[in-house]
């Protein structure tokens, strides 16, 4: 119960503070908006290459697996199933 009431309290203070203070909060908005921007952008770009498998592509160009150091099948190997 007492959670809630700090929390009651926090929230009219915010929205007391948001409007009294109404540019600074757009100036800081305008300040951390574009870092965040960036930052999102570097984990999304990240997260498409791991999920593409880029790094894979890449290292096959070397012609080895990059963990094991063992030479990476073609291609057109990938497509077939194993041989028992």
Same mark, same amino acid.
């Given at each position: 119960?007492l959670n809630i $009431?700090?929390? @009651?309290?926090? #929230?009219?203070? !915010?929205?007391?503070? *948001?409007?009294?203070?109404?540019?600074?909060?757009?100036?800081?908005?305008?300040? $951390?908006?574009? @870092?965040?921007? #960036?930052?999102? !952008?570097?984990?999304? *770009?990240?997260?498409?290459?791991?999920?593409?498998?880029?790094?894979?592509?890449?290292?096959?160009?070397?012609?080895?697996?990059?963990?094991t150091k063992t030479? *990476?099948?073609?291609?057109?190997?990938?497509?077939?199933?194993?041989?028992?």
């Amino acid at each position: 119960m007492l959670n809630i $009431v700090f929390g @009651l309290i926090a #929230i009219c203070l !915010g929205i007391w503070g *948001v409007a009294n203070y109404w540019w600074y909060v757009v100036d800081f908005l305008s300040a $951390v908006l574009p @870092l965040m921007l #960036i930052g999102g !952008g570097f984990v999304a *770009v990240l997260a498409g290459m791991k999920n593409s498998g880029l790094k894979m592509k890449i290292k096959e160009e070397n012609g080895t697996h990059p963990k094991t150091k063992t030479p *990476v099948a073609a291609a057109d190997d990938l497509d077939e199933e194993p041989e028992v």
